[in-house]
């Protein structure tokens, strides 16, 4: 999905946003793809029985709301020009990094 967001960015808006509103919409697509791939590594690790899996879940779900709000709120900032809208974006960030605390205390917390 943030593949697709990227290139719609690149082909489709280049024309038709600004070069701020153009970086906000790549900015969003970019953390998406990042934040993506970070949950593609909790859904492995998950698979590994000696990890906290509840800290891990939590990763996840604050993943998916952390790339929800994050990404979508600059998405939605950079198509509609409600700057407003970036007034959300850092509850969003605040769920990212969550999500990697989770992760780190999981690591920590490893049962070898």
Same mark, same amino acid.
């Given at each position: 999905m943030s593949v697709v967001a990227g290139s719609f960015a690149t082909h489709a808006l280049?024309?038709?946003l600004s070069q701020y509103f153009l970086d906000i919409f790549q900015t969003g697509a970019?953390? #998406?793809?990042?934040? *993506?791939l970070a949950l593609l590594m909790v859904a492995f690790l998950l698979t &590994?029985?000696? +990890?906290? #899996?509840? +800290?891990? +879940? =939590? =990763?996840?779900y604050a993943f998916i709301i952390g790339i929800a709000i994050f990404s979508g709120s600059l998405y939605a /900032? *950079? /198509?509609t020009g &409600?700057? *407003?809208l970036g007034a &959300?974006?850092?509850i969003g960030g605040i =769920? /990212? &990094?969550?999500?990697?605390?989770c992760m780190a205390v999981a690591g920590w917390n490893l049962k070898l």
């Open positions: 280049k024309e038709k970019r953390l #998406q793809m990042y934040h *993506s &590994i029985e000696e +990890l906290p #899996q509840g +800290l891990m +879940l =939590a =990763a996840g /900032l *950079s /198509l &409600i700057k *407003s &959300i974006t850092p =769920a /990212l &990094i969550i999500g990697w605390g």
